[in-house]
């Protein structure tokens, strides 16, 4: 029976990963976003009527924008409810995630002038967040499933 030293089980175990992360990474590449296959779209509902709206309806509706220090596509939640919902004034805004997540809104919150946006993140799902005018980040909601606005 060999046995071998440890240098030697160190080297032949090193010379396997390039061949284990290697079948890793090929049996992950046509993955789907999450193990559920989830994808990244949610329901906006405004004053009662709701849409599905995914990265393509997004992208049809409004622009996208750059966050300094935020990875990913980001759509800014003014844009969007400004587009969808053009005049009418925020009561609130209850932001729901598919792990049970909450975020809501007030209206003196939405009048402040905070940055708050939606993203698609590494996993392809969207995530919302809210940055102050210092850039620090707050109200995170990953996986979002629904945002609900409320009007006056």
């Not at 030293?5 to 990963?17: N, T």
């Not at 409004?62 to 990875?71: I, T």
């Not at 598919?98 to 993203?119: N, S």
């Not at 919302?128 to 006056?152: H, T």
């Amino acid at each position: 029976m060999h046995r071998w030293s440890r240098a030697g089980r160190r080297l032949a175990l090193v010379g396997m990963l390039p061949l284990v992360c290697g079948l890793l990474l090929a049996g992950r590449a046509g993955a789907e976003p999450t193990a559920k296959g989830a994808k990244a779209a949610f329901d906006l509902a405004i004053g009662g009527k709701s849409e599905r709206l995914g990265p393509d309806r997004l992208d049809a509706l409004v622009h996208k924008v750059a966050v300094p220090g935020v990875r990913g596509e980001v759509w800014p939640l003014r844009d969007l409810l400004a587009k969808k919902a053009p005049g009418k004034t925020v009561a609130s805004i209850t932001v729901e995630g598919g792990r049970g997540d909450r975020y809501t809104i007030d209206a003196d919150e939405w009048k402040g002038g905070h940055l708050f946006y939606v993203r698609l993140n590494m996993r392809g799902l969207i995530k919302f967040e809210g940055a102050d005018d210092g850039g620090k980040r707050f109200g995170d909601v990953p996986d979002v499933k629904r945002i609900d606005v409320k009007l006056n």
